[in-house]
Structure formats: structure tokens, C-alpha cells
């Protein structure tokens, strides 16, 4: 079993930044991916950000240029950086972890943290 702590949520104004972490409980030797999503009232969940094991990195189009996703292998952390905040980013972020074996996919997620962005 793996859990995830988030912090770094908050209010900011536009064109600001805020940086979130999320810790992983253990050190995880497997293939893996570990990212971000972001949740707004009434709209599905999707996907923000995610960095493969291997370094690989994928942004979805709407925060290409604006993010940056990067991940401490020796502190089981992921971070991602955001800046040039717009009001269409405020969401509830949650972290995600998958742990992929030969046979399955196990998946992991925190319990979220808002991130506002008003004036």
C-alpha cells in the first residue's frame, strides 16, 4: 500500500504561481508513472501532468508552457510548478500514482487539494 500527501494548494491571483508536492509513503522500485489531475465543479476529471520512471513527460495542451512537472527520486516526491495561473486552472488537483507490473496496473491517489485562482 502506497500513500500520497499533497500540499501546496491555495488561492492565488492571476498570472501568479504556486507550487504543489506529493509525497509517496515508500520508495517504489517499479515501473511507474506519477502525475497530476485536476477536477473542476461539474467537469470530469483530466489529466494535467504525468513523468514516467524513465523521465518521459506529458502536459495536457491547455498547460504546455505554463507547467512543469519534475519528480525527486530520493524523496519519493513529485512537484509541479505553475505559473501564469489563469482562473480556468482553479480545480481540485489530485495526485496519482501507477505502479505497473507485467500483469496489472495498480493505482493510487491523494485526497486532493484546491488550488483558486481569482482575483
Known amino acids: 500500500q502506497v500513500q500520497l500527501v499533497e500540499s501546496g494548494g491555495g488561492l492565488v491571483q492571476p498570472g501568479g504561481s504556486l507550487r504543489l508536492s506529493c509525497a509517496a509513503s515508500?520508495?517504489?522500485?517499479?515501473?511507474?508513472?506519477m502525475g497530476w489531475y485536476r477536477q473542476a465543479p461539474g467537469k470530469q476529471r483530466e489529466l494535467v501532468a504525468r513523468?514516467?520512471?524513465?523521465?518521459?513527460?506529458n502536459y495536457a495542451d491547455s498547460v504546455k508552457g505554463r507547467f512543469t512537472i519534475s519528480r525527486d527520486n530520493a524523496k519519493n516526491t513529485v512537484n509541479l510548478q505553475m505559473n501564469s495561473l489563469k482562473p480556468e486552472d482553479t480545480a481540485v488537483y489530485y495526485c496519482?500514482?501507477?505502479?505497473?507490473?507485467?500483469?496489472?496496473?495498480?493505482?493510487?491517489w491523494g485526497q486532493g487539494t484546491q488550488v483558486t485562482v481569482s482575483s
Open positions: 496519482n500514482l501507477d505502479i505497473f507490473t507485467v500483469h496489472s496496473t495498480t493505482t493510487y
Open positions: 513523468i514516467t520512471s524513465g523521465g518521459n513527460t
Open positions: 515508500r520508495s517504489i522500485f517499479s515501473l511507474i508513472a
